[in-house]
């Protein structure tokens, strides 16, 4: 396999650096995945969508094998599955399935974002890095100012939703399908995760995570 083409230069704002190296463990782990892997992407993975979206997307981190191969969150990792079929069946993406950095899948009013944008050992990064990797999630979702809908994939998302927000986790309890509205008048909506564990022990159906797209749609709305 070819190694992943790098994405064209962003515009210089802090919500992406290529070339962060702020939680230790996570750069030696990266170090050691290019090693093991030389065709890897292996680096902070950047966000990928439309530039002026309606719905921000924050998913947790990227897999081994997914995005910290391919360069682009979701794609070639059993997830993303899921959430590209549900976004193509909301017209938010222009494909059901994205394999690629290079392949022709594009997002319409929506991005995806990560709390966490280097992949962590055992997929499960450590609170400090979470915070430490918050800055670059508040810096973004700032910057997006045509966001009306946040959707929080996971706990863990959610947490660092509120993080970037200032909020107290205890004021915005989290729930799937739950509706929070957040001090800038945006409406923060909750899903569990479209992880493998939780599709294949159907803690998440299809249905569910279809409802929940169709709300954020309405919320933003596209529908």
């Known amino acids: 396999m070819s190694e992943p083409s790098r994405p064209a230069k962003l515009p210089r704002a802090a919500a992406y650096d290529p070339d962060c190296a702020r939680c230790p463990r996570l750069a030696e782990f990266l170090a050691e995945t290019h090693q093991r892997y030389p065709s890897y992407w292996a680096r902070p993975v950047p966000s990928f969508g439309a530039a002026d979206p309606r719905i921000a997307i924050v998913g947790l981190a990227p897999g081994m094998h997914g995005a910290n191969r391919t ?44 709390a966490v944008k280097c992949v962590p050992p055992q997929n499960k990064p450590l609170p400090d890095e979470i915070r430490r990797c918050n800055d670059y999630l508040r810096t973004e979702l700032q910057a997006l100012r045509s966001v009306r809908v946040v959707l929080a994939l996971g706990r863990i998302a959610h947490d660092s939703v509120l993080l970037a927000c200032g909020l107290r986790g205890s004021r915005f309890p989290f729930a799937h399908a739950r509706e929070h509205v957040l001090p800038d008048e945006r409406r923060m909506l909750d899903s569990y995760h479209c992880s493998r564990y939780n599709t294949q022990t159907r803690v998440l159906t299809t249905a569910m995570f279809q409802q929940v797209v169709r709300r954020a749609c309405e919320l933003a709305e596209l529908a």
Do not use: K, Q, V, W
């Open 71 to 114: 360069g682009r969150p979701f794609t070639g990792d059993y997830a993303g599955i899921l959430l590209y079929e549900t976004l193509h069946e909301f017209g938010l993406a222009s494909l059901p399935e994205s394999r690629s950095m290079d392949d022709a899948l594009r997002l319409r009013n929506a991005r995806i974002l990560n």
